[in-house]
């Protein structure tokens, strides 16, 4: 990781921190994953509803659309993913898996 960090979607990973929107939390048990829109609206949460607003609710109907989401003791984010940028997706959130894992 870079001085400055990972950053994907508007979320940045700096060191032990996560931050998204002008909020900062500490990345310690945070689970990161790219899901399909589905799967993301199997699990909507209050917190997530909060989060993604009435968006939320329409993600079961956007199937094809895929979303970076990250869950943890102080967090729960949900941004959508472009197809083209998956793959970066898919590191990002294996960066933050491996940073929320360490003590």
Known sequence: MGLLGETFGGIRL?????????DTWPVAGTTARV???A???KRVTATRLLALGVFALAVKKQQGHVFLTLE???LD???EVLAK??????KFAA???AAGKRK
């Open 95 to 97: 960066k933050v898996n």
């Open 77 to 79: 984010i949900a941004v």
């Open 14 to 22: 700096i060191g032990d921190k996560v931050m998204y929107g002008g």
């Open 85 to 90: 940028k998956e793959g970066d997706a898919r």
């Open 72 to 74: 943890g003791p102080e």
């Open 35 to 37: 899901e399909q829109g």
């Open 39 to 41: 799967d993301v609206a």
